[in-house]
């Protein structure tokens, strides 16, 4: 008779699959849960003759490619574009104006444009732009390239 002598190895590691599953199944009861904890109060808010938050009018000022000029919507010429901000400072003392331009618009007409509404004395004055993240980075190098 043969005698086998086998030597056992034990396994001394934890199994985390099954500990995966768990935690996993826990984040989306959570997950699912949290939302319907937070409960608002059910209040009747009192009534008042004058408002004490004022919405901020806002306007977007437009600089096509070709140099069209808009007014939210509304196409404007850079003649009739101080009248029609004149207006609107009139009508509402604390507007804001976003301008949005093409980068391609030479940067004579946007100064020339900033010019017209600082002139009307509106101060608010923001300029729209797109995030940059690390595709358009890209991009603006191989187009700078290609140039």
Known sequence: MMLEHRQRRFLAEINVIPLVDVVLVLLVIFMV??????????????????????????????????????????????????????????????????????RDVPYGVVVQVMDGVKKVGIEKLGMVTDPTGPERVVDAVTSARKK
């Open 33 to 102: 849960t949290a939302p319907m904890l937070y409960r608002g109060m059910d209040i009747t808010l009192p009534t008042s003759a004058s408002n004490t938050i004022k919405p901020e009018i806002r306007a977007v000022l437009t600089i096509e490619k070709d140099q069209r000029l808009y007014l939210d919507k509304d196409p404007v010429s850079i003649a009739q574009l101080e009248q029609r901000l004149r207006v609107l400072k009139e009508e509402h003392k604390d507007v804001s104006i976003y301008l949005r331009a093409d």
